[in-house]
């Protein structure tokens, strides 16, 4: 965006967000239609409306400024007792599965569709990430297990980042073929790399934290590290998501909730739920925006066959390779068969899906086709399983306490 329209359009979508909102909250009870939807609704008909504005999303403008602030303010919440005991599940279903939900949708796609095989791995790689912030709110609602919410929301954290390092391996495979060891070290360099940047930057920034004593530097600090090191991420070729997750879990755990005063706790969390909270409603407003009924005419194959895949791999996923995490587990941590029901419905598409395909090149071959496509399997995972997903957890039972 840019010029003054682009300030104007800005905060016309933040005035619609408020609407939005507000009018989601009066009718949820008659109709549980998930904020996000509505917001893409919102913004699809502010776009048929006209031209408002002149919107130039860049890749530097999606990457560099929406995501980071989404994952870094999930990862803070996240307390590390609680996913060490979800660990060996959650590790499983965020890497390994991942990369099963990016081929299966790839070769299926490219198979059916006869979309270019680089293509569709690419569009898989966009999709296999899931995003639990509907279903999270659901969770709230029902007052889910907070260990549930755990398993979700921590599997989500992990597979933005490998789904990201999936992605520019993808990005890169359509300009030249790219090897699968080649693809292997890459993807494990990035995945080490970033990890270790993370752990420095946090530990760095905590530290800092504790010296201030003065909660708006805290809270300054705490902004610093989760963009700064995503750039130092990038600039170094390593996965700037990941180091920004582990950077968050880092100072959540260590130098927000246990060496802080709770007034900066509690500033803490204010910021950084707003900033979510205003990046969420961006992101999905310009879904609506800049999406057009042609793209998802065109898209319709594509969105048809890619969604029936990802579901298909995510049938697998959680019912399937957990197996692996679940031996891997002790006992303690193993998930019942009404957790992974609720698992395997619940993983929507979103936010980082949208963003990623905002940030594709603009001279990308068949561009419109694979934002159409990702765009409509978005909108189904959230028009159908978005509005299921408590009926799904109310059925399996899982509200019941152990």
């Known amino acids: 965006m840019e010029g003054i329209a682009g300030v104007e359009l800005l905060v016309i979508l933040l ?18 239609i998930p904020y996000s939807v509505a917001l893409v609704i919102a913004g699809f008909v502010v776009s048929l409306a006209g031209p408002v504005a002149h919107v130039e999303v860049t890749h530097e403008l999606i990457l560099a400024v929406l995501i980071p602030g989404l994952v870094f303010e999930a990862a803070y919440k996240i307390h590390l ?13 965020a890497v390994p599965g991942v990369a099963v939900t990016a081929g299966v949708v790839g070769a299926v796609v490219s198979a059916v569709t006869g979309l270019a095989l680089p293509l569709a791995f690419l569009l898989g790689a966009i999709v296999c990430a899931t995003d639990p912030v509907a279903v999270i709110a659901i969770f709230k609602q ?8 755990t398993v979700v929301e921590a599997e ?22 790219v090897g699968i060891a080649d693809g292997l070290a890459t993807f494990a360099i990035a995945v080490v790399g970033s990890t270790l940047l993370g752990l420095v930057a946090g530990a760095v920034g905590a530290r800092v934290m504790r ?11 705490s902004v610093v590290v989760a963009y700064g090191v995503y750039l130092i991420a990038e600039q170094i070729h390593q996965s ?18 246990w060496a802080l005063p709770e007034a900066t706790t509690q500033a803490l969390d204010t910021v950084w739920e707003f900033v979510a909270y205003l990046l969420t409603a961006v992101v999905f407003l310009l879904v609506g925006v800049v999406i057009t009924p042609g793209d998802l005419v065109v898209a319709l194959p594509v969105i048809a066959v890619g969604y029936l895949a990802m579901t298909a791999a995510r049938a697998a996923v959680v ?44 001279d990308l071959p068949q561009r419109h086709l694979i934002a159409g496509g990702v765009f409509g399997i978005v909108l189904v995972t959230l028009l159908l399983q978005g509005t299921t997903t408590g009926w799904v957890v109310r059925r399996t039972g899982v509200l019941k306490p152990d």
Not at 243 to 256: E, F, L, P, Y
């Open 211 to 221: 010296l201030a004593n003065d909660r708006l530097v805290e809270v300054m600090a």
């Open 142 to 149: 029902l007052r889910a297990p907070a260990s549930l919410a």
């Open 81 to 93: 007792s609680e996913l060490r005991r979800a660990f060996p599940v959650v590790a499983v279903l």
């Open 319 to 362: 019912y399937g390779v957990i197996g692996i995490g679940q031996r891997l587990g002790p006992p303690g941590v193993r998930l019942s068969m009404g957790y992974q029901h609720v698992m395997f419905w619940a993983g929507l598409r979103g936010a980082i899906a949208v963003a990623l395909v905002l940030a594709l090149p603009p």
């Open 156 to 177: 989500s954290l992990l597979n933005d980042g490998t789904g990201v390092v999936l992605f520019g391996i993808a990005l890169a495979a359509v300009a030249a073929p």
């Open 15 to 32: 005035a619609i967000a408020v609407v939005v909102a507000i009018v989601t909250a009066r009718v949820s009870s008659r109709l549980p």
């Open 240 to 257: 700037g998501i990941i180091a920004t997750v582990v950077a968050g879990i880092v100072i959540g755990n260590t130098g927000g909730r």
